[in-house]
Structures are given as structure tokens and as C-alpha cells.
């Protein structure tokens, strides 16, 4: 068979990258796309475009008929499912070979087999491959607790939920059941014991159509976020410490961790007759056991660790088993090290709040190549958006999968810190500032990454700035004078002279600005014949303020004084550093950059409009999406923390909860309404204020 185009029935950074290696094979491309994506990069690039009428992944990217009525019109000979929405779906991989197409997957039967995980437990456990007890929900008691309900269909930690305690699990079944139903079209689910802190490990197997079966090599997954995973690597630092120890005490090298994951791996493609890329997911424990969790059977997000420390391109390999072609006799050996890590918007640091918007600009430095495998130590990127683009509420937000290469895991961890530390993000919050904490943290660069990773070692610490409160206002300050020389480069008159100059002495001119870590910050300078005068920042001196940058000389600490050449000199003279920020504006919103730590601000008014505030006790809505129920009404009294309403946004399920204990005095949206960003979801008067009310009443 011959494949001479291709369409890919996804979206962003995973349409983009099965595109990237067509082009390098000569094969054409079609994009699917929504009304929401129709400016989206991938769009621009395939050499074809079908739209999806709608926004949502009901309305558009889980409608099978459409994606196949698309690829026939649009002349294509082959689908390829990337990975999430309708990857794993068996009645989508019928449609498409029903309809003539080539499906770029494993056959529909081992879908089915591996589609339910209830099913396929059963299955693996025949197989000889170790795995987990399942526990039936209504059969589960306080003593099998904690508890981990999955989603039976589907993946990307929709539908999961961890219960510990038994009055939760009924309300918490029924969220995951409502979440897998939207995500995957199946509310199907199941629960199995949780491991608080396990290791997770998966293999990539690889098979033709003509009984070869490769386990091409493992992969660490450890460090998650609500059941995602957030890093990725590979080989897996577990594997590699399991088996240091038993070559030391001279076991045999067959019966390794290693050796034992990838043969359990290929039962479990031989058990189904599987064909294609696809991952078998393990639960490992430190010991080196380790339990069957579930396989895919599609390419995972995390594949280019896998590319990078093999050489292979694995979308390649796809495309050629599709079409008939038998793989080598063996798989390369791994060589080298590779980490991954996903750039989300999001808020850690706010439960790790998903962000809308635009990304003002995306800029990664060292970057050396770009959805393809590279041969030497570098730093490789997979991104769904470029300048410009907008994240919006109806799917993941993912911005990019940054990839670091190098010839030892310290090696690769540094590099990928650094280039994400220089990055230049503008215009949504991200989880930058974790990844690079996480990177240079003591613990994973000694391999110690469990699922608890991050309730180990504190999310307030991993999330917190990379810039210290100090430089943070030094940025500021950056921000102030660049912006004056922003203005005075559009005066009209005396655009020459520096913004605030006087030639005698006077008022202070001032700039405020708002941070999200620091809060109100005022900037009071002047510019004079003595040069720059900063208020709490004595000696600072100004070298150049343009509209795009300001480089000042930034006195050390006093300690770090030193006394002049000069043998008569009394004064010490102190040390100074040349730092120079690189300053972008967007509206209000002022972007500083520098080897210091990246800070984002917002420009305050000078003149406050009193229409801009809100009531104290106010529920902001954090991002835009559709409240699915309510869990008060107006009028009611309310706990701390407990439920108002769920808002459903970017596939989950998000709590808006009740931050002090009061009186419900507003409620101002209904189920099924559709809400804004900064919309006023409610109101909630402290009991203080409720009681002062009744008084005064």
C-alpha cells in the first residue's frame, strides 16, 4: 500500500508534529479543524484544510463522520488519529477502514481488547503479565481505602479521582463518570487500590504486520499532576538504579528490571496481536515490581524522550507499518539521556488553575530543532502555538513539550531548566516556574520522582517565582523607565531628553504597577544632573533606557564594597553589576525579562474608576466555561470551603468553593450558563458582616 496524504484527526502540537514527518516522506497533509482553531498553526500548515462546524470536542473532534467525510473530500489515503480524542476509539478505526481509508493504527480488534481497562486487566492477568486487583465501586469498603477511580475508556487523567475517605466516593464516582463521558464519550468506570507513592514506568512497543514486536525502550512518568504527567524521560532512573544493584550483586542481566518490563510489554502486544506504535504502562514500586496499569494503543504525548535516546522517528515508523513495510531485525540500543517536560497555562501555585488567552509571544531559547530527532546534545520543541495564538477554554492547555538531549541525565536536566528559565513567555500564567524548580531539585536529579512528587516537597515551594521579591522590584523599576522612555520617545516636544529629567530639584516623578507575588508596587525616581535617583534602591545607575530595554549598573551588597587603586582614597567604592532587561508591553500588561527571573506586571491607572471594583466576598469566574450545578442557593449559609457551583472548562471539572464561612448574599448564575472570565459567579458575606447586618436591621 502507498500512503500520499494524510490527515491528521487532531489538533495543535500533535497535528503539527505527524505533519512535520510527512513532509520529510513527501506525503501530503490535511488539517481538521473548529471555528476555535481556524487560525491555529496547524491549520496554516497542512496543504489542505476541512472544517469542523463548532467549537467543542463533541461538536468537532469526536465526530467520526465528519473527520471521514472530510478526508474523502479532501483526496486523502490515510487517517492518522494522533493521540487523545478519538485515538483509541475502535469505532472510528472501522469508519475509516470501512470507508477505503488506510488507518494509521493498531486493528480494531486489539483497540476493543485494549479499550476497556476493566476488560483488559482480565486479559493481561490470563497473559501472564502482572497487574492490580480491580475493586468493584459498590463493593468497596473503608479498609480498601484510599482508592483510585479511572475512567475505563480514554486517558490524560480524565475521569481519575482519588478517594481516601468513604463518604466521598459516590459524589466523586459520579464527577468522574460525568468527566469521562465528556472527554471520551464513555462514563464508564472502575476503581483499583492507590499506591500513594508509586513509579510510574511505561515501555514503547513497536509492531508490523508480519509478527515482529519491539520494545523499543522505557520511559519515567513519575511527576503528575492531578494523574497527568507533567515531566518525562528516558531511560527511567528507577530502571537504571534497579538494575545498577543487581548487577553489583551478580544477577544475570536477563532477569534485570529492564529485561522483565520489556518482556511483560511484549506479551501484552503478543496476547492481542497488536500492530503499530502503542505504550504498556506500569505501576512500579522502589523494590523494582511493578503491575500492568493499562496500554495504549496509539503514540503518547511523551514519544520524542523515546525518539531522542533511540534515533528513531516513531510517526515515521507508523506510516511505514500502515503500509506494510516490515520493521529490522532489532530495535537501536537507548544511548544518552532525554527529559521532557509539558508547558502548561496554568496556575500551580492556584490548584493549578487553566488560563485562556493570548500568548503575546513563545520563545524558547537554544532551541535546535523542532519536531524532529536530534543527533547531538540539545534542546528540541513541539509546540501547538506560536506568537500570537490563542488558548482557549474547550481543550487541553498545553502550549509545548520541551525536550532536552544530552549524554547524562544531570546533563539534560540542566539544560532544560536553563533554557526554560531564558524562555520568553508574555500573556498567560504558566508552569514554568515549577518546571525549572522541579529540574534543579535535589531530589529528582538524585532520581527520587514518585507520584508524590509534588506533595513531598511542597507545591507552595515548588510553584514560587523564580525571581526573588528583591530583583522582582528591580524589574519594576526596569519596567518604569523603560516605559518612560516609551513616552518620551512619542512626545512631541523634548522627545530627546531623558523621561523625568530636571534640571533642579523637585517632586519625585512615579510609576505604580501590580504583581501577582509582591502586589502594589510604586516607582519614585528622578533623572537629574546627578544622574538616576531610585527611592529604596541607593546607587542604582541607569546606562541606557530604550522603549525595548534598560541596562543599569545594580550595586552588590554593602559586604561586597571595595576600596578604589588610590592610595588616598578614604571612600570605598562599591561593586556594581551590569544588568540588562529586555521590556515588552502589552496594553496595560508590562513583561520583563532578564537572567534574574522572568516578571509580569500590570501598568495601574493614575486615577482609580471605582466601576472597576467588586464587592469583598465576590467569586470571580477564573476562566471562561459552562456552569454544569450548583451547590447552594442565595440566601443560604455557607462553610469555608465548601462547593458554590462547578464550572466545567478545558475537559475538567473545576470547584468554585466558598472562601470563608458566611451568607450566600448573591448567586448570580444558573446551570447550563455559559460564563466569562471575571464574571461575578457569587457572593458571600462573612458572618461579621451578616451579623452587623441583622443588628443594624
Known amino acids: 500500500m502507498e500512503i500520499t496524504n494524510v490527515l491528521v484527526a487532531n489538533r495543535g502540537e500533535i497535528a503539527r508534529r505527524v505533519f512535520a514527518t510527512c513532509r520529510r516522506m513527501g506525503i501530503a497533509t490535511t488539517a481538521v479543524y473548529s471555528d476555535a482553531d481556524a487560525n491555529a498553526p496547524h491549520v496554516a500548515e497542512a496543504d489542505a484544510a476541512i472544517r469542523l462546524p463548532g467549537n467543542t470536542p463533541g461538536e468537532t473532534y469526536l465526530r467520526a463522520e465528519l473527520i471521514v467525510e472530510a478526508a474523502l473530500a479532501a483526496g486523502a489515503d490515510a487517517i492518522h488519529p494522533g493521540y487523545g480524542f478519538l485515538s483509541e476509539n475502535a469505532e472510528f478505526a472501522r469508519a475509516v477502514q470501512d470507508a477505503g481509508l488506510?488507518?494509521?493504527?493498531?486493528?480494531?480488534?486489539?483497540?476493543?481488547?485494549?479499550?476497556?481497562?476493566?476488560?483488559?486487566?482480565?486479559?493481561?492477568?490470563?497473559?501472564?503479565?502482572?497487574?492490580l486487583k480491580q475493586l468493584d465501586p459498590a463493593e468497596v469498603t473503608a479498609d480498601m481505602l484510599p482508592v483510585l477511580i479511572k475512567a475505563s475508556a480514554g486517558g490524560g487523567g480524565r475521569g481519575m479521582r482519588v478517594v481516601r475517605e468513604l463518604a466521598e466516593l459516590n459524589d466523586q464516582i459520579?464527577?468522574?463518570?460525568?468527566?469521562?463521558?465528556?472527554?471520551f464519550g464513555d462514563p464508564t468506570v472502575f476503581c483499583e487500590r492507590y499506591l500513594e507513592t508509586g513509579r510510574h514506568i511505561e515501555v514503547q512497543v513497536m509492531a508490523d504486520t508480519h509478527g515482529a514486536v519491539w520494545a523499543v525502550g522505557e520511559r519515567e512518568c513519575s511527576i503528575q499532576r492531578r494523574h497527568q504527567k507533567v515531566v518525562e524521560e528516558a531511560p527511567s532512573p528507577l530502571v537504571e538504579k534497579i538494575d545498577a544493584l543487581r548487577a553489583a550483586a551478580g544477577e544475570p542481566e536477563g532477569r534485570g528490571m529492564r529485561a522483565r518490563l520489556f518482556e511483560a510489554a511484549r506479551l501484552a502486544a503478543d496476547a492481542i496481536g497488536y500492530e503499530g506504535a502503542g505504550t504498556v504502562e506500569f505501576l512500579a514500586d522502589e523494590k523494582g515490581e511493578f503491575f500492568f496499569l493499562e496500554m495504549n494503543t496509539r503514540l503518547q504525548v511523551e514519544h520524542p524522550v523515546t525518539e531522542q535516546v533511540t534515533?528513531?522517528?516513531?510517526?515515521?515508523l507508523q506510516l511505514q507499518v500502515a503500509a506494510g513495510r516490515p520493521l529490522p531485525a532489532q530495535p537501536p540500543a537507548m544511548r544518552g539521556h532525554s527529559i521532557e517536560v509539558r508547558l502548561y497555562a496554568e496556575d500551580p501555585a492556584q490548584d493549578w488553575q487553566p488560563q485562556s488567552g493570548t500568548v503575546h509571544r513563545i520563545d524558547i531559547p537554544g532551541v535546535t530543532g523542532e519536531f524532529t530527532v536530534l543527533s547531538e546534545p540539545g534542546v528540541r520543541l513541539d509546540s501547538g502555538v506560536v506568537d500570537g495564538s490563542v488558548v482557549g477554554v474547550h481543550y487541553d492547555p498545553m502550549l509545548s513539550k520541551v525536550i532536552s538531549y544530552a549524554e547524562t541525565r544531570e546533563e539534560a536536566a540542566h539544560l532544560l531548566a536553563s533554557a526554560l528559565r531564558r524562555a520568553r513567555i508574555h500573556g498567560l500564567v504558566t508552569n514554568r516556574d515549577l518546571l525549572v524548580r522541579v529540574l534543579r531539585h535535589p531530589a529528582f536529579l538524585a532520581g527520587d520522582t514518585d507520584t508524590a512528587f509534588f506533595a513531598t516537597h511542597g507545591l507552595d515551594t515548588l510553584s514560587a517565582p523564580l525571581v526573588s521579591e528583591r530583583d522582582e522590584r528591580l524589574s519594576i523599576v526596569a519596567a518604569a523607565l523603560s516605559d518612560a522612555a516609551a513616552n518620551r520617545a512619542k512626545a512631541r516636544v523634548g522627545a530627546g531628553l531623558p523621561g523625568g529629567w530636571r534640571n533642579l530639584p523637585s517632586q519625585p516623578q512615579s510609576k505604580s504597577y501590580e504583581s501577582r507575588n509582591i502586589g502594589v508596587c510604586e516607582v519614585r525616581y528622578r533623572i537629574g544632573r546627578a544622574g538616576l535617583a531610585i527611592e529604596g534602591f541607593d546607587g542604582l545607575e541607569l546606562v541606557e533606557a530604550t522603549p525595548d530595554s534598560v541596562t543599569l549598573l545594580v550595586p552588590v551588597d554593602a559586604d561586597a564594597a571595595v576600596r578604589t587603586a588610590s592610595p588616598d582614597a578614604t571612600a570605598p567604592e562599591r561593586r556594581k553589576v551590569r544588568r540588562r532587561f529586555t521590556v515588552a508591553r502589552y496594553g496595560d500588561r508590562v513583561a520583563v525579562d532578564?537572567?534574574?527571573?522572568?516578571?509580569?506586571?500590570?501598568?495601574?491607572?493614575?486615577?482609580?474608576?471605582?466601576?472597576?471594583?467588586?464587592?469583598e466576598g465576590s467569586l470571580l469566574a477564573p476562566m471562561p466555561g459552562a456552569v454544569i450545578r450548583l451547590g447552594a442557593r442565595a440566601g443560604d449559609r455557607v462553610e469555608?470551603?465548601?462547593?458554590?457551583?462547578?464550572?466545567?472548562?478545558?475537559?475538567?471539572?473545576?470547584?468554585?468553593?466558598?472562601?470563608?464561612?458566611?451568607?450566600?448574599?448573591?448567586?448570580?448564575?444558573?446551570?447550563g450558563q455559559q460564563v466569562e472570565v471575571g464574571a461575578v459567579l457569587a457572593v458571600v458575606s462573612t458572618e461579621d458582616e451578616s451579623n452587623a447586618s441583622e443588628v443594624e436591621a
Not at 488507518?103 to 483488559?120: L, R
Request: charged share 20%; hydrophobic share 50%; no cysteine.
Open 174 to 183: 459520579a464527577a468522574a463518570q460525568r468527566e469521562a463521558a465528556s472527554a
Open 594 to 615: 532578564s537572567p534574574l527571573g522572568p516578571v509580569s506586571v500590570k501598568r495601574l491607572p493614575r486615577f482609580e474608576d471605582p466601576a472597576d471594583h467588586v464587592a
Open 102 to 131: 488506510i488507518w494509521i493504527g493498531p486493528p480494531v480488534a486489539a483497540i476493543e481488547q485494549m479499550g476497556s481497562k476493566v476488560e483488559s486487566k482480565k486479559m493481561m492477568d490470563a497473559a501472564g503479565v502482572p497487574v
Open 640 to 671: 469555608k470551603g465548601q462547593p458554590i457551583l462547578w464550572l466545567e472548562a478545558m475537559k475538567m471539572e473545576h470547584t468554585i468553593a466558598a472562601p470563608a464561612a458566611g451568607l450566600l448574599a448573591e448567586l448570580n448564575v444558573t446551570a
Open 311 to 316: 534515533g528513531l522517528d516513531l510517526v515515521r
